[in-house]
């Protein structure tokens, strides 16, 4: 548990007993506020806090359970939101889960799993004067921390996707369908991290208080906006490439098929001209020929010659 | 029929004559209420209950129909609430139909087949508190034990689905059609049973009564959308795979279609050749030498060796 | 042309001639009112009626025009319904229109083809109690009984994407594009004739009057929704069916493309070996050995044999 | 240009000049009118009649320029409306572009190439009594011309997707994916000329003055969505008739490599038993009976006869 | 850094130094601006322009960073608008981006790459009794020069679908998947540059001042609408023409295999026949006739003959 206290904007160190929790809240005034970061509680521990901060039973429930929807939640006096931290490696998204309790005087990050937020907390504690407006600059830092990170997992996304391609169309026969499968569920998984969180960012956008903060909390919903953009473009671009995958199959299948009709043909000539000299009538004049052998030879290798050329000339080999 | 009334949130039997039961409601103050389970009642049974609890003909004649689709109905003083109850195992969704009546001091169940409610009920029992609140809590405790299986189920599908992925992109040639179909299919099934519930749960969840529980029926719906979000990952996944599962047939064609061209040229070679040392014309030299044969046999393994590691080393076979 | 005045909700005759109707109208007060039927009316006809019974210019040329869309539009003092009947059989959805004038005191439907709508007057006349609240009560029971038959047709139509599936999915290679066209084709007529009617449906229950009889319009409303819900997993089911057919199209020219290259592998073995032997080399001991031509079989059946093994283990026979 | 005042309703030819077209307009009172036809006119024409008439520019410029989208645009003192003209010949549709601007006392319309527009005139001077209620009747009448032109154009369009779906599935091989993309792309030009129009029409309805061509405009709006929707049902035809011939294809090649197969097995028996009764061993005792050779050549032919016949029976021949 | 006055409308130099720009701004009365034209700024040169016209920090950071998503986002006393140049050659669109900061009395623009803006300016300089209204005649002129641009490209592109399906559907065998894959992902891009500045032009239409402009910006959007519209068309077109050419591979397919069927039993027939005139079978009365070659030989080519000109006839050939 990281707990501190942010007077005027300023970290302060102070007791982690959740027991004085509520006398270190009673004593905050103006925009001072506590900063509570828990990663992985227990079932007791959060009891404990929540009812220290006075959160509702949904929001403790919340906070504990996983899978939740990113969403932002309003009870009574305080505000829950659920986002997803992403990250992505070895054609793999991973998301992780942050649930946020903001009230009038705290914020509590609670994390399952998934890098630490204190990135977030450095990032903030540099702007003492944005600090000053509370605690939700807290929560901005947080969550503008966490979006970026989307834009960038985008960015890698489209990376593996141009490797797709070029596989796609390259000269060799590849098989890419499990690949593009592969990355359209893990689009998928991202797409449902990140899509649920726009709209709730944008209305908390033009309600947030200070007023201040809202074109803050706007550019964070636009840079939401701008990660779907390209996971759009990303799911697109795969189905596509699939699509393209099957065609490039059907032109292979087309070519091979014509190289086995011109490899067939080929061999079936001679196979045929000498079938009919190895027939046995008594009457034969050409097996008689001093030259019938070479002759009939030459002529197999001439018709042989001008088939493949043929086929040559009209692109089947 | 299960049927007690509940004094203060805590359960009573009563009288389950439903001649009786218009005296019982008349009794009744604050937020104390009857809750009446019934299954599979007869045309005559629910005519008499509606008629002691004042119904709407609509609304009997729709607890008795079934096939209603899942909703939230207001009449006069009365709301009426269809859900379905969803089970799955062996790739099939099974539903069946669970009608709701809620009054000012009474809530009627009306199930058709499926599994039985007093689940929901022990559930509600236990928490006396909540129940004080009267019968709209009652309504919260059904539909969230019904709702809470939804994610369930989803997850049990996640699972089949991914079998079927490992199917589709194993070494083996599998027939995966049929079993993908199968699953879009009881995709869609199950997405009827719980899209048509989520904007009026999260309408009811506006106006709900008393306020204190609205939060709860607003968690109802995020799980509602929960599930929704689970059912579009699988749908889209299941197509993805079909067209996956394409592309692989067709992987596997091209890889037969090469086979096939190989082993023909692999053995049109010396079936062409044999077929010249076959001819019988009278000056044929090589045929009189005395290691003509075995250079013959040598010559045709020689060719085959050749074409073989040809064919090996551009992967066509 | 059928023609009858209900007082008090019952039925009474009256004089059929269009040109006293206006004064068999002047008479009629509170929820009395004048329900007349009329089938595929010529223009001159419909002048009469509609002068009778004042309504506008364009509500008399679209009770005539056929091929309306189905829709709830409102003019000074009276309303037009348009609706459509539909049947289906044999694979083949067929529609007829209906077309309805609500006035203050009379009810106006045009038929054209299509079956009778008598069943829909004898099932109201049967509740005088509803149709002594006025004309709209005769509109209800009209738009009920043709909306109850959507749900039939959706059931039958259920069943024939039934027997495609069977028929897909069987063992023998069947040929289901052209049904499965031509359901989806027929399903998208369905489409046409129930969609548009929804949403008016619904804004018309909200301001129906009296007020008693909204529940039943919205009634009406969902039944259509259930029946679009029906026709959405039709649809859906079909393109999905059509997908599976082509995936089990490529697994059989899969199946067929291997038992190919198999047979032509098993009769090339003894051809090429026949061809070798079959050469007329001077010094081939094998042909001079007592045993050499049986050997030879016994080699070629043997090899035949093993070749005809593997393929049987690997699943290409 | 054509150019008439039309007082009262009744057409009064007049002074076609430009120049004293400001003082005309200036002598008309109530709801007489101007109704001007101009076509294909230059920018100094277009500069002239905007200035006489007091077109903002933007109106001008728009008149003038052609691609219009479809729309209705409200200038301060008057409205500007753009519509396509619609026909359709072999396989192509063609659009041409009116543009039309109405003031308080004129009609002007622009016409960019396509049929002439008299037609609309002379219905509309049929109906003097409409024409009374001012220019906004001049609009109606041209709107609603053009607007029925359209359900013309979908039902040829009907026609020719049924002889593409006769000829995808008739028993012949038929190449049909040109017609059918031809088709589609000229479906996507139909929509682009009608889709834009509807929601402006219908909100130009709900404004439109004198109240009575109210339902007039509205009337419109439906053909506008009756089109729409033959143009959606025939673009989802045509897609599902691409399918169908995709599965189409692959059946008839199943079919051609079935009988591939058969043909070369049918061929292949009598070759490998020919090559073995030519092989050279001097001890083959069948070659010595007096009635090897018909022996051997009913043995082929029996072999022949009854794979052919297994064949038939399965349905690969 | 391009940078002037323009005192009613007309342009006057002034001093390019950041330092004493907030003098020359604080000068400035009724409709005068400054309009200021910066490329590629480092992050100091932004900071002292930003703080000498008191941007908002965000702006700033936004006019910096690169791949900002079109769009119109308003701080308290300026507009910020973000806007992509677009061009397009060798089926490559490629993007700039430029960003315009709209305040009181002065217009910024911020260019990364891309073509120089100077025509935007000449045009707007031509008609001075526009540029009389304010910053917001130079915002529409650079705004409507570059939405201008993207109806041309979308003609570009559209020439180039034109010789795609002209590809696709040209006699050749043409490998036109991976063209077509180009130009959807280049379509999406486009599509990424247009589509989300619609919306937020058409809501700046309804309240920019003065009201004499709004119809102008309304055009834009127009413009903007009728650009979306061919992106539109020309990825469906892109789409269809893909699937389209799937049909034709299978077409040729399907060709390539009946030649292949008819190629081998052509040569099947001589190379049966010939193999059972090879036996060595002593009593075959036809190897002594006189002209049991010749005879055979024309039972060969005769057989021939006949199976060619079966499959000419069937279309096989
Ligand atoms: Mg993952
Ligand atoms: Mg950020
Ligand atoms: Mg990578
Ligand atoms: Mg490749
Ligand atoms: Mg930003
Ligand atoms: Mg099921
Ligand atoms: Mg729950
Ligand atoms: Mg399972
Ligand atoms: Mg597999
Ligand atoms: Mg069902
Ligand atoms: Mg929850
Ligand atoms: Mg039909
Ligand atoms: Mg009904
Ligand atoms: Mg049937
Ligand atoms: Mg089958
Ligand atoms: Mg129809
Ligand atoms: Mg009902
Ligand atoms: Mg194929
Ligand atoms: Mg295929
Ligand atoms: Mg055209
Ligand atoms: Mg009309
Ligand atoms: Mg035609
Ligand atoms: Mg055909
Ligand atoms: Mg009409
Ligand atoms: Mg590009
Ligand atoms: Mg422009
Ligand atoms: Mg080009
Ligand atoms: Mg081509
Ligand atoms: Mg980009
Ligand atoms: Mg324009
Ligand atoms: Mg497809």
């Not at 809202?214 to 473009?233: C, E, N, T, V, W």
Request: proline share 5%; hydrophobic share 40%; glycine share 6%.
């Amino acid at each position: 548990m990281d707990c501190a206290v942010y007077l005027d904007g300023v970290r302060e160190e102070t007791d982690r007993d959740p027991e004085t929790l509520d006398d270190t809240l009673a004593d905050l005034t103006g925009q001072d506020f506590l900063w509570i970061g828990v990663s992985d509680p227990t079932h007791e521990e959060m009891e404990r806090l929540g009812g220290a901060l006075g959160l509702h039973p949904l929001a403790i429930e919340d906070t504990l359970a996983p899978h939740q929807r990113p969403r932002v939640d309003r009870f009574s006096d305080h505000l829950f939101l659920s986002l997803r931290i992403v990250s992505y490696s070895d054609d793999d998204i991973t998301t992780s889960e942050v649930n946020i309790c903001l009230g009038r005087h705290y914020v509590l990050t609670v994390r399952h799993g998934g890098p630490h937020l204190s990135m977030a907390r450095h990032r903030a504690e540099m702007v003492p004067d944005r600090l000053k407006q509370g605690p939700i600059a807290a929560v901005h830092a947080l969550v503008d921390t966490i979006v970026d990170r989307y834009e960038d997992v985008a960015a890698e996304l489209v990376t593996d996707v141009e490797e797709v391609e070029s596989s796609v169309f390259s000269a060799d026969r590849t098989r890419d369908s499990a690949r593009i499968y592969r990355l359209k569920r893990e689009t998928l998984e991202f797409r449902h991290a990140v899509a649920p969180l726009r709209d709730p960012i944008l209305r908390f956008a033009q309600v947030a208080e200070p007023e201040d903060l809202r074109p803050y909390f706007r550019d964070i919903g636009d840079h939401l906006q701008r990660a779907l953009d390209a996971i759009d473009s990303i799911d697109s671009l795969l189905s596509n490439a699939l699509n393209a995958h099957l065609a490039q199959l059907s032109v292979q299948q087309n070519e091979d098929m014509r190289k086995l009709t011109a490899g067939a043909t080929l061999f079936a000539i001679p196979t045929a001209v000498a079938g009919i000299y190895g027939m046995n009538f008594e009457h034969m004049p050409e097996l008689t020929w001093t030259y019938g052998y070479p002759a009939c030879l030459a002529a197999m290798g001439g018709a042989c010659l001008y088939v493949y050329w043929r086929f040559k000339k009209s692109g089947w080999l």
